[in-house]
């Protein structure tokens, strides 16, 4: 079983940026691959970004983050980070954290990843 806790949501003007953070426990967190996905209000939930077990191996972005966002892990912390700059609006969603018992991959379906985190609130004020 492994526990994810989220933190560093919260509220920003558009063009700011803001460092998600998500960590881990409970099972080896550097043999996990990580993802964040997001939902926003009345919509599903939304790949965001995915890393392999190792940093540097595989790392995937959704198209409308492309650019802007950077997903990273410190395997010594047994956390992944989310880097998030010149936010939209349309950036507001839950962020949630994901790990995958695929670690070799960088899964970019939900359905493959096995545990997730609670969530943040991301909210971009235009």
């Known amino acids: 079983q492994v526990q994810l806790v989220e933190s560093g949501g919260g509220l920003v003007q558009a063009g700011g940026s803001l460092r998600l953070s998500c960590s881990a426990s409970?099972?080896?967190?550097?043999?996990?691959?990580m993802g964040w996905f997001r939902q926003a209000p009345g919509k599903g939930r939304k790949f965001v970004a995915s890393i392999s077990w190792w940093s540097g191996v595989s790392t995937y972005y959704a198209d409308s983050v492309k650019g802007r966002f950077t997903i990273s892990r410190d395997n010594a912390k047994n956390t992944v980070y989310l880097q998030m700059s010149s936010l939209k609006p349309e950036d507001t969603a839950v962020y949630y954290c994901?790990?995958?018992?695929?670690?070799?991959?960088?899964?970019?379906?939900?359905?493959?990843?096995?545990?997730w985190g609670q969530g943040t609130q991301v909210t971009v004020s235009s």
């Open positions: 994901a790990a995958s018992n695929l670690g070799a991959a960088a899964p970019r379906a939900s359905a493959l990843y096995d545990y």
């Open positions: 409970g099972r080896t967190f550097s043999s996990l691959a």
